[in-house]
């Protein structure tokens, strides 16, 4: 089946801790992207790649960081620096971010700070 | 700039009634994209329909419905005979062609479908 692959679906973080969460394609997309969602909230973008080796900072950016090392992965590193980390994060992946395309998502990984 | 804006925050409605969900959009483009997802309980976004700025024809996919209205910058979503799976949470979603495709995706509206 293609599709995009999140783990871990809940994680636990301590305070001043980083972590990373994982992301997987297998849908030969171009683009992919991070997104962090709260309750009552629309979708805000982290961070995208339009390409291997490539990425740019999205709307809220500071105190992540990614990393697009082979086409299929794009996992997110929420560092100690993220003030308010708690939240539902959403990966996702389109054909090509400059054509409008529609995109294909995870199923999400649910972040708590303890 | 760029905005959308679903000013319902939760429509709860009783199985087999007809429900729409409103969507306003802002956007200084003449060629844009717009974009309906569902969200259910399970988390994953599903893509439900995409729309350029262009093609202001109405579409129907069985039950869904959606009106296109550049005149008032409304991308309405109707439900017809809703049922319990329908119940989830509904993002509308705006791309700007200024800025590379930029997606910006609104609030969302949480749909409760009684049976």
């Known amino acids: 089946d293609g599709g995009i692959t999140q783990s871990p679906k809940y994680l636990f973080r301590k305070e001043g801790q980083n972590v990373t969460l994982s992301c997987e394609q297998n849908l030969n997309h171009d683009a992919m992207y991070w997104y962090r969602q709260d309750p009552g909230q629309g979708l805000r973008l982290i961070y995208y790649s339009q390409i291997v080796n490539d990425f740019q900072k999205g709307d809220i950016a500071e105190g992540y960081s990614v990393s697009r090392e082979k086409k299929e992965s794009f996992p997110l590193t929420v560092t100690s620096a993220q003030k308010n980390p708690t939240a539902f994060y959403l990966c996702a992946s389109s054909i090509d971010r400059d054509r409008g395309d529609e995109a294909f998502f995870g199923q999400g990984t649910r972040l708590t700070v303890v | 700039a760029q905005k959308v804006t679903q000013a319902q925050t939760e429509i709860s409605v009783v199985e087999k009634e007809d429900v729409t969900l409103d969507c306003v959009y802002e956007?200084?483009?003449?060629?844009?994209?717009l974009f309906w997802y569902k969200q259910p309980p399970s988390g994953e976004l599903v893509f439900l329909i995409r729309?350029?700025?262009?093609?202001?024809q109405n579409e129907i996919s069985g039950r869904y419905s959606w009106n296109f209205q550049k005149s008032t910058s409304s991308f309405n979503f109707t439900i017809t005979a809703s049922q319990v799976v329908d119940s989830a949470v509904y993002f509308c979603a705006l791309s700007e062609t200024t800025g590379g495709f930029k997606t910006i995706f609104g609030a969302g509206t949480r749909l409760f479908v009684k049976a």
């Open positions: 729309r350029n700025s262009f093609d202001e």
């Open positions: 956007t200084r483009d003449t060629t844009y994209y």
